[in-house]
């Protein structure tokens, strides 16, 4: 029986440590959250522009054509990395 009053410490210890362990990476885990959804108000390198645009019919049947009629018709100079038709 002495066996099992020695091993008590050390789960209580281990208990404890393992404890402060996940409070700690709940924390951590609840203000990453806090600043992935909220990256627009504390990042001041990340803006957001919303502005409309309006084409004149008919539309390009294909994606390629209408992606260069909306570049000719924005301006736009730089290359396009990726498009969505």
Do not use: K
Not at 22 to 37: D, R
Not at 41 to 63: C, G, K, M, V
């Amino acid at each position: 029986m002495p066996s099992r009053w020695r091993i008590r410490p050390l789960i209580r210890t281990l208990h404890r440590d393992i404890g402060y362990c996940a409070v700690g990476l709940t924390a951590v885990y609840a203000l990453s959250g806090l600043a992935v959804n909220h990256v627009a108000d504390w990042e001041p390198n990340f803006r957001e522009i919303h502005q409309s645009y309006q084409l004149a019919p008919p539309l390009p049947e294909t994606d390629e054509a209408l992606t260069q009629t909306l570049l000719q018709t924005l301006h736009v100079a730089e290359p396009v990395r990726e498009t969505y038709g």
